[in-house]
């Protein structure tokens, strides 16, 4: 993402007004154009994987008899359109992605987009509480790591993140499960709530939050304790950036005259530390934790197919392993999307506290 | 080469220093010892890693000291020739990323205009992924194989070194023993080449460095979604995949796993290191590109 380089080459410049539009407006448009540049480019990615790549899709959909006859090759390719030149093709690809059609699931025999609805809402309420999780944990050790520097803390802090970063996700989602539930049985098996319960009525999809809104604490519990191990497990690894990047952020911001300025003249540290250095210091770290939601989508993948959490990661696991294209392409283009919207928003958010990203 | 004896002095000064931390030396020993492992395996290895001769699923033990998996295949030996897959292959890949996103890096600096463009705005289109779901996404369409895993991983892998040389490369071109070379008459290949590429080349080996923890992480993940090595491959994300099926024998998964987190942490020691000792500018601009 060029918003990237902001941070390395800010240099201030003079505002410029242009055909008196204001600098922050021009800022969320030219932003909002570049997302929608690339929500294109990602369904121009995901038509190019399926259509081109894996070679001859009538081979992969039509069975040893029915390949043997002209007729119906010829038939089933006038079906799809693959008797029409890429280019149109590829339009109505694209109608049918912007009118919600992503192609059938050859596994599930549903259309994608049906399938997706149905597991987005637990894939969002695992990767929401894991961000919570990281951005509280990983800022809280990274001004740990930044006040104490080249102490024992740094040093165990430091270790420790870079534990974090390197854990195979899909091994450790495997031990915790083990230890936690397998032998400890400390923690809830698998899925999202207790069969015995049932899932509470679905309002939003969240089930903590459904089952706060009918008033059922047995099942908010029994969902929390479901949520945690998996939460935790896909957090290790952005609590480790977090934690590494925040620390780097305040040494940065620890270093600046008006930080040295608000020392001598005697304010409380703790004053300091919040008012001056974890205020600027956020601007970079919401940055990070826009990407690092990446990381956490990826995780979802890796994490949900060992917890049998029915979210879009199992879902990706389970097309991958079945080789199911359609519903493969389906995941890449809504988590393409979906990531693309939250850095968006980390962007404008970028944009509206920090008046200097707006002049770039 | 010997334009600018500044920085590189600077740089080479910097380097025995950072080389000397503990988390380095932990990082050096460990991969090292890796290193020998894979290359003696089959001197070490107490069993023939694909043989089916022992008791199934036994706990680890004399004579099998990780166990031995499902089909009766001793583990450790496994994790051992593991490393003969895993560590040579994140190796070339990492180097093949490192080639083809620094030589486009460095192009689209050095050259502006349409070139640094068009390579910029694919890097941007390869950024709008999370690198796990659009590395599925290619290996999937590609159909499963370690290649093709390879290659998935390849092609989430090479923009970061397309930006960071890119940068630096920006930061160097105006510089004045790059214009006056110009002036005597080099070529923008000979220009590039030998005033700008040796110029830039510390800051993207230590992203290099950490970005073999990263490629094996995914690599790995590849494999363990089915999507890369194939069965009978001792292959350690594949190993931790089929312990998922018996995880009540914590042995199958537990030892390859750990296989990978040591290797993982090992680059990534390094590489923490070595960065810290880089110039911050450019260390910064490697921390934020190498999410």
């Known amino acids: 993402m060029p918003e990237k380089d902001v941070a ?5 410049r003079p505002a410029r007004r242009r055909r008196g539009v204001p600098p922050l407006a021009r800022f969320l448009i030219r932003r909002i154009l570049m997302a929608l540049l690339l929500a294109w480019g990602i369904t121009l990615v995901t038509f190019v994987l399926t259509n081109l790549v894996p070679g001859d899709p009538v081979a992969a959909n039509l069975g040893q008899r029915a390949l043997g006859d002209p007729a119906i090759v010829a038939q089933w390719r006038t079906e799809h359109g693959l008797d029409k030149p890429l280019w149109e093709q590829y339009a109505l690809h694209l109608g049918g992605v912007v009118q919600g059609d992503l192609g059938m699931s050859q596994q599930s025999h549903r259309p994608v987009a049906e399938d997706l609805a ?76 207790d069969p015995a319960l049932g899932a509470p009525p679905g309002v939003t999809g969240l089930q903590t939050v459904d089952a706060l809104l009918a008033g059922r604490w047995d099942i908010f519990t029994s969902a929390v304790g479901h949520l945690i191990t998996p939460a935790l497990v896909l957090a290790l690894y952005t609590i480790g950036l977090l934690t590494r990047f925040t620390r780097s952020a305040v040494l940065e911001v620890l270093g600046q005259d008006y930080v040295r300025a608000a020392r001598a003249k005697g304010l409380p540290g703790r004053v300091i530390l919040f008012r001056y250095v974890l205020r600027s210091a956020l601007v970079p770290i919401i940055t990070v934790a826009g990407l690092a939601f990446g990381s956490l989508l990826s995780g979802t993948v890796l994490v949900e197919a060992i917890f049998a959490w029915p979210g ?49 | 080469m010997k334009r600018d004896p500044l920085a590189r002095k600077g740089l080479l000064r910097r380097l025995p220093e950072a080389w000397r931390q503990p988390l380095a030396v932990a990082g050096v020993v460990i991969a090292l010892g890796w290193l020998v492992i894979a290359l003696t395996a089959p001197l070490l290895a107490p069993h023939d890693p694909l043989a089916q001769d022992l008791p199934r699923l036994a706990a680890p033990g004399p ?79 590609l159909g499963p194989s370690l ?55 510390g800051p993207i080996l230590v992203l290099a460095t950490l970005d073999i923890g990263t490629a094996l992480l995914l690599l790995s993940g590849l494999s363990f979604l089915g999507l890369g090595a194939k069965p009978p491959s001792p292959e350690w994300g594949a190993m931790v995949s089929s312990g998922v099926e018996v995880f009540d024998s914590w042995w199958v998964a537990t030892f390859p796993g750990l296989a990978i987190l040591t290797v993982v942490l090992a680059f990534n020691f390094l590489g923490d290191t070595l960065r810290d000792a880089l110039d911050p500018r450019t260390a910064r601009a490697i921390k934020e590109r190498a999410l």
Not at chain 1, 136 to 162: I, K, Q
Request: glycine share 10%.
């Open chain 1, 312 to 360: 879009i990661g199992q879902y990706a696991y389970k097309s991958a392993t079945s080789l199911d294209l359609p519903a493969v392409m389906g995941v890449g283009l809504v988590v393409g999307v979906v990531y693309l919207a939250i850095n968006l928003i980390v962007d404008v958010l970028y944009g509206v506290i920090d008046p200097r990203v707006r002049l770039q």
């Open chain 2, 147 to 201: 290649t093709n895993a390879v290659l998935a991983v390849l092609v989430v892998a090479w923009p970061a070194y397309a930006r960071v040389t890119r940068g630096l490369v920006l930061g160097v071109r105006e510089r004045e023993f790059v214009l006056s070379g110009r002036l005597l008459g080099f070529s923008a290949w000979r220009s590039l080449r030998v005033d700008v590429l040796p110029n830039v080349t």
């Open chain 1, 8 to 12: 390395v080459a800010a240099v201030p």
């Open chain 1, 118 to 193: 149905e597991y987005v809402p637990a894939t969002l309420e695992l990767a929401g509480v894991a961000i919570a999780i990281s951005l509280v944990l990983g800022v809280a050790f990274g001004v740990v790591a930044a006040l104490r520097r080249d102490r024992l803390a740094d040093h165990v802090l430091r270790v420790l993140s870079l534990v974090g970063i390197s854990v195979p996700t899909f091994w450790l989602a495997l031990v915790a499960f083990y230890v936690f539930f397998f032998r400890l049985q400390i923690t809830p098996g698998s899925g999202r709530v």
């Open chain 2, 63 to 141: 004579g099998h000291w990780f166990g031995t998996d499902q089909l009766g295949r001793d583990i450790l030996s496994r994790v051992m020739y593991g490393a003969r897959v895993s560590i040579p292959l994140t190796v070339v890949l990492v180097a093949l990323s490192l080639v083809i996103g620094g030589l486009l890096g460095a192009c689209a600096g050095y050259f502006g205009k349409w070139v640094d463009e068009s390579i910029m705005r694919l890097a941007d289109l390869v950024f709008a992924f999370p690198t796990v779901i659009l590395a599925m996404v290619v290996a999937a369409a």
